[in-house]
T-cell receptor, first 115, second 117 residues
């Protein structure tokens, strides 16, 4: 079974703090994704990565950065947390296949509260 | 325009009965994939079932089946013999095209299913 883990289920931070959200997958997937999920707005893609050290902006990258130093690990960084970044953050991974289902498998999510 | 439409914000079903959750999609690609995910209150998105655009048969996974009607661009999820543990949000999603990295993955707004004892 695919397993995607996230470092924290719940996190409380103060405005201006630097925040690291870690995601690890154990299935040798090339692609990894960070989403945020907000009521009424659904899931929105922040960043994704298709290989080590490669990253691409998603729909809402402002205020975030990412790091992928190893294939299994994809980190989301909030350089200076703000209250509007209070949200549920979901990490996902998938394989790249030419005739693919490319199913995305998700981690348990991190509920971040920025005070 | 919305690429994935789920017209039912909420649904109720009696335990042990079947329920259909609606999903329609919009794409001009010939190759695409359709997915259903379940999100219980714990927050994790659980993959349920997949249907490829070229698959001629409807996908089934245990109590889940996908009623794929390509001409109508619909991909409804059918849950048979509902259980209390099926109470959750259900999201329909689509991956457009192929040969990309999966970033063309869009989710619908979700349907909240409540199973009544």
């Amino acid at each position: 079974d695919v397993k995607v883990t996230q470092s924290s289920r719940y996190l409380v931070k103060r405005t201006g703090e630097k925040v690291f959200l870690e995601c690890v997958q154990d299935m040798d997937h090339e692609n990894m994704f960070w989403y945020r999920q907000d009521p009424g707005l659904g899931l929105r893609l922040i960043y994704f990565s298709y290989d080590v050290k490669m990253k691409e902006k998603g729909d809402i990258p402002e205020g975030y950065s990412v790091s992928r130093e190893k294939k299994e690990r994809f980190s989301l960084i909030l350089e200076s947390a703000s209250t509007n970044q209070t949200s549920m953050y979901l990490c996902a991974s998938s394989l790249t296949e030419s005739e693919a289902q490319e199913t995305q498998y998700f981690g348990p999510g991190t509920r971040l509260l920025v005070l | 325009a919305q690429k994935i439409t789920q017209t039912q914000p909420g649904m109720f079903v009696q335990e042990k009965e079947a329920v259909t959750l609606d999903c329609t999609y919009d794409t001009s690609d010939q190759s695409y994939g359709l997915f259903w995910y379940k999100q219980p209150s714990s927050g994790e998105m659980i993959f349920l079932i997949y249907q490829g655009s070229y698959d001629e048969q409807n996908a089934t996974e245990g109590r889940y089946s996908l009623n794929f009607q390509k001409a109508r661009k619909s991909a409804n999820l059918v849950i048979s013999a509902s259980q209390l543990g099926d109470s959750a949000m259900y999201f329909c999603a689509m991956r457009e095209g192929e040969g990309n990295y999966g970033q063309n993955f869009v989710f619908g707004p979700g349907t909240r299913l409540s199973v009544l004892p």
